[in-house]
């Protein structure tokens, strides 16, 4: 049996709160800089180490549903959130942070949307999930 699944059922919440509407999130993760250690020993080839990831922020789309819009403007005041982006086989990314919540741009006929624009000043802690069939 297959363990691949989609995104429908994604999960983001702000303090145990689910915000809906969740229409994209962003990679999880990036590559890490590369630091140089070559020496002059080397004679071929540079030498390179994994450094820090970047992952400064991470913005999330939604779709506009005022109560949902209304509780990430009311946590985004706080210094530190906790953050979770939860899969259907119920693995899960989880950091801590501050956002800022806002309303995306449009044009005539568009839905209304908003975004959510985490900053990250914690690990990015995944936990695995398992899929039952």
Known sequence: MANEFTTAGVKFTINDSQIGGLISYPDMGSDPAKVDVSSMDDTLNRRYV?????????TFEFNNQTTNLTTAKST??????????????????????????????????DPVKFKISCSINSELAF???TISD
């Open 50 to 58: 994994d450094g820090l990831q970047d992952v400064s922020s991470y």
């Open 76 to 109: 985004e005041k706080n210094l530190t959130n906790t953050y979770s982006l939860e899969f259907p086989d119920g693995s899960k990314f989880a950091w801590s942070g501050s956002h800022k919540a806002y309303i995306g741009g449009g044009a005539v006929g």
């Open 127 to 129: 936990t695995g999930g």
